[in-house]
């Protein structure tokens, strides 16, 4: 294989990676807890940025071309650590935010105007992540100590991503498959008969946020640590609605459809065709993935709204079985 | 004070210049279905409101068990006990009815350290409720439902696996609205009976409704309203020959 395609598969393989981390985290938020967080990117990007001052080392060193607050060069795998905090920690204030008071319809242009607020804020002050210009030089994680071959640098990134996303997948199906995923689904279904029965949704929603908010933190953090620049046009808010898009394809709620979805919609679509030739003017490719990306959410959810791979509605004898055959395997 | 469960002192509410509960008074004693009922317009919902949490009055008290709970939240309300049914979609309606009963369960093992902690932390009392759920909807005639999508019920299947729900949460004061509207007469029967049987367990249950039939065989003490305050109050007998109750529903 050619040396350039070995860096086309490898960044694929990353891309998918953190769109499927990313996916299941939206996932949680509005296909299982049924928050419809237009904002989601802005916990993708609050991740990023963080993986990115904390791996830059002070504004200083680098020349000081660029303008950030507080530059620190911690070793991997802190940074990504961190950055699946901070993205937890936006998450929770945003649900604060949204969460209290707000009827589902409102939750939803709320959100919508934070992500807008937040690119202008991240572009305009400039002091705040390098603005409008974004941050470059970003390093990879331990590529200097390892001191590999470019290319199998790559796939060894690559390897780390697809292990993460192995790991978030085992994450996700215990959070969704355990009781905690059954009340977020009855929340999302019909809010007040579940606070009758004792649950207090602005909690089960917010921690449903946290945790989404802590996937899309790593997501993030994987992206820059990957690709070494980050910018506001990296995060705008299209990417939640081409998440949105990859959820519904592959099946709202359910954690094996949307690693489908995510891998064709939100990789193949739109990351795998930078690769493709432009044609037509300039632009066009690019429009064109946006159209594709709009009339395949219109045609799922006029044809097929529970999407590829629908939630699961009834439990197998796994998961609650008499209680002979759960201690018989408890133990 | 203490002999009573429920307690509801003056009640009032106003939504913009109308008064649709007007010092509204009575209580509950513990044990005991009991009945309230009224015309339309008479308050009867808007109370349950103020009861369940969902509305803060404007002036008045709540009291339960002892305790004021004035305005607390539905869900604060609930885990002290008060468990509500609701009038229109009760459902969760994408979710199979064994599902919809279990999250009646109220014993806190659908946190997220336990989500995450794995299927070991909580398996088995899961397992014990799914059981429990199993029996409940059994006796209600909903057995081999259990894996059905609850949309796909009826409205008084719907209505029987609420009541399983409610029965599920282990409720100390069950408030009712208006469980049999629009619900065939078998199945009225059988969700009466099932409250029947949830007295003799020693629950209290207060049934907002607004046809009587089947309530006045039904409860054991009866509370009726009209235009937003209470016109009488007592034993059932007594209420149904009262000449106030006619009055109630004629003026």
Redesign the interface.
């Known amino acids: 294989m050619s040396e350039a395609l070995q860096f086309y598969l490898a960044t694929l393989v990353v891309f998918m990676a953190v769109d499927v981390l990313a996916c299941w985290g939206l996932n949680l938020q509005f296909g299982v807890a049924g928050v419809l967080n237009f904002a989601f990117v802005v916990l993708q990007a609050a991740g990023g940025y963080t993986a990115a001052v904390l791996t830059l080392g002070p504004s200083s060193a680098t020349g000081g071309f660029q303008h950030y607050v507080f530059g620190a060069t911690l070793p991997f795998p802190i940074p990504t650590i961190v950055a699946g905090i901070v993205g937890a920690l936006f998450a929770g204030v945003i649900g604060l935010v949204v969460l209290r008071r707000l009827r589902r319809d409102y939750q939803a242009m709320v959100l919508l105007v934070l992500s807008l607020i937040a690119t202008h804020v991240a572009t305009n002050q400039r002091g705040l992540v390098n603005g409008d210009a974004g941050l470059v030089l970003i390093p990879k994680p331990l590529e200097l100590q390892l001191a590999l071959d470019p290319v199998v640098y790559q796939w060894v990134y690559a390897g780390f991503c697809v292990a993460l996303a192995a790991f978030g997948f085992f994450v996700m199906q215990r959070v969704t498959r355990a009781p905690f995923g059954r009340t977020l689904r009855a929340i999302r279904d019909n809010e007040p008969v579940a606070a009758a029965l004792g649950r207090n949704p602005m909690r089960y929603q917010l921690t449903a946020m946290v945790v989404g908010g802590c996937f899309a933190g790593v997501s993030g953090a994987l992206l820059v640590q990957y690709i070494g620049a980050y910018g506001p046009g990296s995060w705008t808010y299209p990417t939640t609605f081409l998440y949105l898009t990859a959820i519904l394809v592959g099946g709202t709620g359910n954690n094996v459809g949307v690693l489908f979805g995510a891998a064709v919609v939100a990789s193949l679509i739109n990351e795998g065709t930078r690769f493709l030739p432009e044609i037509g003017f300039p632009g066009l490719t690019g429009a064109i993935q946006w159209i594709a990306v709009g009339l395949l959410t219109l045609a799922f959810l006029w044809f097929r709204p529970q999407g590829l791979f629908p939630e699961r509605r009834t439990r197998r004898q796994r998961d609650a079985g008499p209680p002979a055959i759960a201690t018989a395997g408890g133990q | 004070m203490s002999s009573e469960l429920l307690s509801v002192e003056d009640v009032g509410v106003v939504f913009g210049g109308v008064r649709a509960v007007d010092g509204a008074s009575f209580t509950v004693r513990p044990g005991g279905i009991t009945g309230l009922i009224g015309p339309n317009g008479a308050g009867k919902s808007t109370l349950v409101g103020v009861l369940?949490g969902?509305l803060r009055p404007t002036s008045g008290k709540v009291v339960f068990d002892g305790a004021d709970v004035t305005g607390r939240?539905?869900?604060?309300l609930?885990?002290a006990g008060l468990?509500?049914?609701?009038q229109l979609?009760?459902?969760?309606?994408?979710?199979?009815v064994?599902?919809?009963v279990?999250?009646?369960a109220?014993d806190g093992?659908?946190?997220?350290w336990?989500?995450?902690a794995?299927?070991?932390a909580?398996?088995?009392i899961?397992?014990?409720?799914?059981?429990e759920a199993r029996g409940i909807l059994a006796e209600l005639g909903l057995g081999g439902r259990?894996?059905e999508?609850a949309a796909r019920l009826s409205g008084g299947q719907r209505r029987l696996m609420e009541v399983a729900?409610a029965l599920m949460?282990r409720p100390v004061l069950l408030l009712m609205d208006e469980p049999f509207a629009g619900v065939t007469p078998p199945l009225v029967e059988r969700i009466a009976a099932a409250l029947s049987g949830l007295r003799d367990r020693g629950v209290t249950v207060l049934i907002v409704e607004h046809d009587l039939h089947t309530l006045w065989q039904l409860c054991d003490t009866m509370v009726v309203m009209a235009r937003g305050a209470v016109v009488t109050h007592g034993p059932a007998a007594e209420v149904h020959d009262d000449a106030r109750v006619l009055d109630a529903y004629l003026a």
């Open positions: 369940a969902a939240p539905p869900h604060r609930a885990r468990i509500r049914t609701f979609a009760g459902d969760f309606a994408t979710m199979s064994l599902d919809n279990m999250v009646g109220r093992h659908d946190s997220l336990r989500a995450l794995g299927k070991r909580w398996r088995r899961e397992a014990e409720r799914a059981e259990e894996d999508v729900r949460s």
